[in-house]
């Protein structure tokens, strides 16, 4: 399970950098809640890569038998979220 909650972290902090360019661009959050709070700077920053993340790692090993499928389940929906950013920005010719 480490080596999941290591990819869900390293995706998510992806995400976030990648969402970070997309937004200096003109991009919008599609995330309805992290949209409030994409203008915030380095508020968004630290609950989009840092609390958000910890609490994921902090509460998954508390549940054994769910955890493995949860973080698998967390892993591929980030997964997918840094594919689309990168079609989001390639389409836009910023990669």
Do not use: C, H
């Not at 609390?51 to 892993?75: E, F, S």
Request: glycine content about 10%; proline content about 4%; cysteine-free.
């Amino acid at each position: 399970m480490r080596t999941k909650l290591g990819l869900f972290v390293g995706l998510n902090t992806l995400d976030y950098l990648l969402t970070a360019v997309a937004l200096s661009y003109g991009a919008m959050e599609l995330n309805p809640v992290m949209r409030s709070l994409a203008s915030e700077g380095w508020l968004f920053a630290i609950i989009k890569v840092g609390i958000l993340p910890l609490l994921v790692v902090a509460l998954l090993p508390r549940l054994p038998r769910q955890g493995r499928g949860i973080a698998t389940a967390l892993v591929i929906g980030m997964g997918l979220v840094v594919v689309w950013n990168i079609i989001g920005l390639a389409s836009w010719r910023l990669l």
